[in-house]
């Protein structure tokens, strides 16, 4: 690696350790009831210091949030009157979840959501009709809950919850305050032992399409993972599931919801709902992929069944295909989930985004890019040039998942650790997600840009510095892209870092087509570099 990589890993590393100083100053003591003093202590709390992970899911997860909820004021009985619906899964739980938010908004429903991962911001995580609650919400009902954990600490073993436990007990005391209609709670992880799994009585449950994931707290095999999953349903309480599920899961779902009392539906194709407009055409989704098509009928069926039970729809046989009016075929199309098959336009450059981290996901996002950025170029004047932007952390399938994005035909891979730059413009907070990854965050450029080497002498190609590019942070990365082409994107990237990019010929003439990929913590950098207020 040359040696102004290395000069420039040394500049960051110090801006962090002084970031980190500061937060810890500011942590220790008094500290004023900002949202900034808020971010500030979630990231110190983020990896749930001084909990093994046997306590944080078993004990903390539901004995302790139960001890939580009850210390900020919140009764079964407001738990139950946020009419909650419950979804997990292992893939697209949490587009169910949007695609159920946009639906029920559009019938005039006051919508709370709660989701992770965030991307940019921690306040991304608590949705109140669709949008991240405000930095002065988020701020005014995270002290209120801090200074009641307080007031009770002596009486209880633990004075702050874990990280994740945080963002649960916040939601519902946001949902409580806020008045919404309907809660729409996305799992953490599993379901038997998450954080969430508190409330007795949801108005229904859901579960997107069970894959191995989690195993050191899920287990290894499907049938594990859907056990754990399973752990929300409830008694008299209907739950909807996806075609297709794995045999051995279905099984599993099955069993469980015989044995807890609940009915288990599964929901039917999309292609089998119906429109009662004669002018309608197909169903449009805002999510792309086909497999959205799974998420978007559980989505369908958990919102008819919820409407049904407060008088907003008309009653029909559950679990049956029905006739979508407006209202329903514009929640399906109007639905927007960030960083999710995400398109960002430049007069000469276009930015894909996926956070896909899975074979499975990146897969899809190969597929996808393959398809829009063809359909780009052939809208185009000029030749287009083809980049690859990613990030993989997980050693043992950087090769895999690298083999399937090959196939797009990428001129240029770009490596980038998640980093976004050497220098922070006044004012910025940082609320990286993930920031363990930062104790070494360039040991996964040198193996990512190692793999794809490989893969390129397999093709009887060679790497080289202009086919297999790396750079110290995002910023750089993007003002290299920019320069000369995109005046306000590199002017913007310039608050981030001091280099100034070498000069690239190539790129001359030619319109910039840039999949961005392979994690999420990348993802969001490169959202706050592109479009820095799409939370606003």
């Known amino acids: 690696m040359h040696l102004g990589f290395c000069r420039h890993y040394a500049i960051i590393r110090r801006s962090q350790f002084a970031r980190s100083q500061h937060t810890m100053q500011l942590t220790s003591g008094q500290q004023e009831p900002t949202y900034e003093n808020a971010i500030r202590f979630l990231v110190k709390h983020q990896h749930n210091k001084g909990y093994t992970v046997e306590e944080t899911r078993r004990k903390v997860a539901l004995n302790g949030m139960k001890e939580f909820l ?16 419950h979804v997990t899964g292992t893939k697209g739980k949490g587009s169910t979840c949007a695609f159920v938010e946009s639906i029920l908004r559009q019938h005039g429903v006051r919508t709370g959501f709660l989701n992770s991962p965030h991307l940019l911001e921690n306040r991304e995580r608590i949705r109140i009709n669709g949008k991240p609650i405000s930095r002065d919400l988020f701020s005014k009902y995270f002290w209120e809950i801090h200074i009641k954990l307080m007031k009770t600490k002596a009486l209880y073993k633990m004075d702050i919850p874990p990280y994740f436990h945080i963002f649960t007990l916040l939601s519902f005391y946001v949902f409580k305050h806020e008045n919404v209609d309907a809660a729409i709670i996305e799992v953490g992880i599993g379901g038997e032992n998450d954080q969430t799994n508190v409330a007795k009585h949801p108005v229904v449950c859901g579960v997107s399409s069970i894959g191995i994931d989690h195993t050191d707290h899920l287990g290894d095999n499907i049938a594990s993972v859907a056990w754990h999953k399973s752990g929300i349903f409830r008694e008299n309480v209907p739950a909807f599931t996806v075609q297709h599920q794995p045999l051995e899961a279905m099984k599993v779902l099955q069993q469980r919801s015989n044995e807890i009392g609940a009915s288990l539906h599964v929901a039917p194709e999309l292609k089998e709902y119906s429109s009662n407009d004669k002018n309608a055409v197909d169903i449009k989704l805002g999510l792309a992929g086909n497999f959205q098509k799974l998420n978007a009928s559980l989505a369908l069926q958990l919102s008819k069944y919820w409407l049904n039970q407060y008088g907003f729809s008309k009653q029909t046989e559950i679990n049956k295909p029905f006739a979508l009016d407006s209202l329903y075929r514009e929640g399906l199309s109007s639905c927007h989930w960030t960083g999710r098959a995400q398109v960002v336009k430049f007069n000469s450059a276009t930015f894909y985004l996926d956070g896909a981290h899975t074979a499975e996901s990146i897969q899809f996002a190969a597929d996808w890019f ?7 170029k052939t809208s185009l004047d000029r030749p287009c040039m083809k980049m690859l932007a990613i990030n993989v952390s997980t050693s043992k399938i950087i090769y895999h998942l690298l083999s399937i994005l090959y196939e797009c035909g990428f001129d240029k891979a770009i490596f980038t650790p998640a980093i976004i730059g050497s220098n922070s413009p006044p004012g910025f907070i940082d609320e990286t997600i993930n920031k ?3 104790n070494d965050p360039f040991e996964s450029v040198i193996r990512n840009r190692s793999e794809w080497s490989r893969l390129l002498s397999e093709h009887n190609l060679k790497a080289t510095n202009d086919n297999c590019l790396h750079y110290p942070c995002a910023a750089d990365a993007i003002r290299w892209m ?8 590199y002017a913007r990237c310039g608050m981030w870092t001091s280099d100034k990019p070498k000069q690239d010929p190539e790129l001359e003439g030619k319109h910039v087509q840039v999949l961005v990929t392979g994690s999420l913590s990348l993802l969001g950098i490169y959202l706050r570099l592109l479009c820095p207020d799409v939370n606003d």
């Open 370 to 376: 393959k398809q829009e950025s063809e359909k780009e």
């Open 70 to 85: 009850q210390r900020v004021d919140i009764s079964d009985k407001d738990l139950d009157n946020m009419k909650i619906i």
């Open 482 to 489: 920019s320069q000369k082409r995109e005046a306000e994107l």
């Open 436 to 438: 363990r990854s930062l």
